[in-house]
């Protein structure tokens, strides 16, 4: 069952307040990031951010250290642990996994004991940090190139399929977007995100591109001056159909 960021957001602190390992999944470009960091704000806690789909083994472990060890008169190798998980587990933080069903097998088997017993490689996370984990597989999966979560890995998560409303995003937006982009969604809700499949190559609209753009057009002082400028920038953000609706609003 899919849930809007406003449910999601009302429940999830039960989950991270009982230290387990939140899992959000969904639409590319919906905002599951924000929401993160959205999160972690209303805990008053950095967020430390690793794209699982970017790591190997060397970066969940770490590197073998150069000190002589011994154990029982043999020499053994110790390891360094990577800096964001010496911090996760020395002060409480928002450990953000992002792409987890786009990391290599090896990765997301290490990851299970960190989201299931909080530890890794003789690591303990702080009492206090939190795991919130991001993917867009689920109801979703099929449309993008990302690899299955089996029973037992999704058994570690409480587990959320995301389905924003337009209200999710306008009540962000209202602070966050300038107000033209903004009366222009709010009257015009089917230009904000495409719903169906996707044609390869072609350039969609999204939350996420809507936003870059609203970046670009203020920084670049023209979200009052519509024209050919303003309509090439828009098509390359969120694609020809919504631009060409956004330059004649």
């Known amino acids: 069952m899919a849930v809007d960021f406003a449910t999601f957001l009302s429940v999830v602190p039960h989950i991270l307040d009982a230290k387990l390992p939140v899992l959000l999944r969904g639409r590319h470009g919906v905002g599951k990031s924000q929401v993160v960091y959205q999160t972690a704000d209303s805990l008053g806690l950095p967020v430390i951010e690793r794209r699982a789909s970017q790591m190997t083994e060397g970066d969940l472990l770490g590197l073998p250290d150069n000190r002589d060890v011994e154990v029982n008169g043999r020499k053994a190798t110790t390891w360094n642990a990577p800096d964001w998980l010496v911090q996760a587990c020395t002060e409480p933080v928002v450990l953000f996994l992002d792409e987890v069903d786009r990391a290599t097998p090896e990765v997301r088997q290490g990851l299970f004991e960190l989201t299931d017993s909080r530890k890794i490689n003789g690591w303990h996370l702080h009492p206090e940090t939190r795991i919130i984990a991001a993917v867009n ?81 203020k920084g670049a002082d023209l979200l009052e001056s519509p024209g050919p400028e303003m309509f090439a920038l828009s098509a390359s953000f969120v694609g020809f159909e919504a631009a060409v609706a956004f330059n004649d609003y």
């Open 137 to 217: 597989g689920g109801e979703h999966g099929s449309q993008y190139q990302v690899g299955e979560m089996d029973p037992a890995e999704l058994d570690r998560y409480s587990v959320w399929d995301i389905e924003p409303t337009v209200e999710d995003w306008l009540s962000w937006a209202k602070k966050n977007v300038d107000g033209v982009i903004w009366d222009f969604i709010n009257q015009n809700h089917n230009h904000l995100e495409h719903n169906g499949d996707y044609e390869p190559n072609k350039v969609y609209p999204s939350r996420r591109s809507w936003d870059r753009l609203n970046q670009v057009l």
